[in-house]
């Protein structure tokens, strides 16, 4: 029987996410930080049932797919949790994870592509939510551990890079040298719960989130943060809700940036601190690339764009031969994409600032009849039942889902198969070093018999 501080022999078969599974006296033992094929010696550190939890004491096989860890807070912090798998190997572990949950949740035997590498697999991240901890004077500012709240000083983060660096050294400081308390979780109580920032060419947008109104003056951060960033935008965000989610509905200007501007795969852009852009750009322009390849649009009345953020790839999709809607729920991010219409001229859209599920079934008996083409790029949750419905109900020619979680996007896939025929799967390394992957999917409808 296995027991709490138990030192056993520990060989990895196989991956559940990022950590590995192996089989010990008939229990099943989940241990981070090692890859299959490897031998350790692991101290059990929970056991529930025939269920045990391990951490790795000594390593004693190792695999010829282990590379040094990119990042010397690898181990605590809980962001990079494949750094010491080769990037070849991680590409391999991804579009494994694709279609081990196609087959087991979904029951689908799909010819899934390779996974398309990122041309960076370090400095990749062009957003950051870092928590702030620790006490007056000697603040925290990095990621949570693994599976905890509890939060690991990083100094230089290895998905951020030099930008990400200058600015949690300028934020640090600065906290330290005002006295600034930082929030506890625990009790609710203190001033600044997170840092969130964005750096896209060059532009920066530093937010910072305030357990309620922010009294503290901001003047001497915004001195550093101007002679170590030609453009930056300073803005404080409130926050006095009691879960954890990072930003408030409340968002205040400083100084600096309001936006930032820029211009990817042709279309001209406008970013607020609240707006959702993909956290990669490179990966994010080749999805975006293939998705405008793999949508056939010759015989559309009628493109819909649902979860369209910003709204970067509705204007790239967009034509004067058929209507464009997009839909959205954040406020800003609308904001934003009306301002990108503006922008670039772009026909024949409507931006929607609306639930999917209550918002696109409109849409879809508003023009009854006629042939829609539709784009999906859900959160993490995936689209639910009630839109997979829609879909199948609707004269939909082809669709492209866009998925950050291949678990609730085999959910999805299981019941949009009644009527749809997966023609394309592959994967995406948008987020390297870590156990998270994009899909995209082209779906084309079956012809009634």
Request: aromatic content about 8%.
């Given at each position: 029987?296995?027991?709490?501080?138990?030192?056993?022999?520990?060989?990895?078969?196989?991956?559940?996410?990022?950590?590995?599974?192996g089989?010990?006296?008939?229990?099943?033992?989940?241990?981070?930080h090692?890859?299959?094929?490897?031998?350790a010696?692991?101290?059990?550190?929970?056991?529930?049932?025939?269920v045990?939890?391990?951490?790795?004491?000594?390593?004693?096989?190792r695999?010829?797919?282990?590379?040094?860890?990119?990042?010397?807070?690898?181990?605590?912090?809980?962001?990079?949790?494949?750094?010491?798998?080769?990037?070849?190997?991680?590409?391999?572990?991804?579009?494994?994870?694709?279609v081990?949950?196609l087959?087991?949740?979904?029951?689908l035997?799909?010819n899934?592509?390779?996974?398309?590498?990122?041309?960076?697999?370090?400095?990749?991240r062009?957003k950051?939510?870092?928590?702030?901890s620790g006490?007056r004077?000697?603040?925290?500012?990095?990621m949570?551990?693994?599976?905890?709240?509890s939060?690991?000083?990083?100094?230089?983060?290895?998905?951020?890079?030099?930008?990400?660096?200058?600015?949690?050294?300028?934020?640090?400081?600065y906290c330290?040298?005002?006295?600034?308390?930082?929030?506890?979780?625990?009790?609710?109580?203190?001033?600044?719960?997170?840092?969130?920032?964005r750096?896209?060419?060059?532009?920066?947008?530093?937010?910072?989130v305030s357990?309620?109104?922010?009294?503290?003056?901001?003047?001497?951060?915004?001195?550093?943060?101007?002679?170590r960033f030609?453009?930056?935008?300073?803005?404080?965000?409130?926050?006095?809700?009691?879960?954890?989610?990072i930003?408030?509905?409340?968002?205040?200007?400083?100084?600096?940036?309001?936006?930032?501007?820029?211009?990817?795969?042709?279309?001209?852009?406008?970013?607020?601190?609240?707006?959702?852009?993909?956290?990669?750009?490179?990966v994010?322009?080749?999805?975006?690339g293939?998705v405008?390849?793999?949508?056939?649009?010759s015989?559309?009345?009628?493109?819909?764009?649902?979860?369209?953020?910003?709204?970067?790839?509705t204007?790239?999709l967009?034509?004067?031969?058929?209507?464009?809607?997009?839909?959205e729920?954040?406020?800003?991010?609308?904001?934003?994409?009306?301002?990108?219409?503006?922008?670039?001229?772009?026909?024949?859209?409507?931006?929607?600032?609306?639930?999917?599920?209550?918002?696109?079934?409109?849409?879809?008996?508003?023009?009854?009849?006629?042939?829609?083409?539709?784009?999906?790029d859900?959160?993490?949750?995936?689209?639910?039942?009630?839109?997979?419905?829609?879909?199948?109900?609707?004269?939909?020619?082809?669709?492209v889902?866009?998925?950050?979680?291949?678990?609730?996007?085999?959910?999805?896939?299981?019941l949009?198969?009644?009527?749809?025929?997966?023609?394309?799967?592959?994967p995406?390394?948008?987020?390297?070093?870590?156990?998270?992957?994009?899909?995209?999917?082209?779906?084309?409808?079956?012809?009634?018999n």
């Open positions: 029987m296995l027991k709490i501080n138990d030192v056993i022999t520990y060989t990895a078969t196989s991956y559940a996410n990022s950590e590995t599974v089989v010990v006296d008939c229990y099943t033992v989940f241990v981070p090692m890859l299959v094929g490897e031998v010696r692991v101290r059990i550190n929970y056991v529930k049932g025939n045990a939890y391990g951490d790795v004491v000594e390593l004693v096989q695999s010829a797919n282990r590379v040094t860890p990119c990042c010397s807070h690898f181990g605590n912090c809980g962001g990079c949790t494949l750094a010491h798998m080769c990037y070849s190997e991680q590409l391999l572990f991804k579009r494994n994870k694709v081990t949950n087959l087991k949740i979904a029951k035997d799909c899934v592509l390779p996974c398309v590498g990122s041309s960076k697999i370090t400095n990749y062009n950051l939510s870092l928590p702030v006490k004077g000697n603040v925290t500012i990095g949570y551990r693994r599976n905890s709240h939060v690991v000083n990083v100094d230089d983060c290895a998905l951020g890079g030099e930008w990400a660096t200058t600015l949690v050294e300028i934020f640090r400081n330290n040298s005002v006295g600034v308390i930082p929030y506890n979780e625990r009790t609710f109580q203190g001033e600044v719960r997170h840092l969130v920032a750096f896209v060419d060059g532009q920066l947008l530093a937010t910072v357990n309620g109104e922010y009294r503290r003056d901001l003047q001497p951060l915004a001195k550093e943060l101007s002679k030609d453009k930056f935008g300073l803005f404080v965000n409130v926050n006095t809700q009691h879960n954890n989610v930003l408030g509905k409340q968002t205040v200007h400083v100084c600096g940036l309001q936006y930032i501007e820029g211009e990817h795969l042709g279309v001209k852009f406008r970013l607020r601190p609240t707006s959702f852009f993909q956290v990669n750009d490179g994010k322009d080749v999805i975006y293939k405008r390849e793999l949508l056939d649009v015989n559309t009345d009628v493109l819909v764009d649902c979860f369209s953020g910003v709204g970067i790839l204007n790239i967009a034509s004067d031969k058929y209507d464009t809607y997009a839909i729920i954040e406020p800003s991010a609308v904001q934003d994409a009306n301002e990108m219409v503006q922008l670039n001229n772009t026909p024949r859209v409507t931006n929607i600032c609306g639930d999917v599920t209550v918002e696109l079934p409109r849409i879809v008996q508003a023009n009854s009849g006629k042939r829609l083409t539709l784009v999906v859900p959160p993490r949750k995936g689209l639910g039942e009630t839109i997979c419905n829609t879909l199948i109900q609707a004269n939909i020619d082809n669709l889902y866009i998925s950050c979680d291949s678990a609730t996007l085999a959910r999805d896939l299981a949009l198969t009644q009527q749809y025929t997966p023609t394309y799967i592959q995406y390394d948008m987020f390297p070093n870590t156990d998270q992957v994009e899909t995209v999917v082209l779906l084309t409808r079956r012809q009634n």
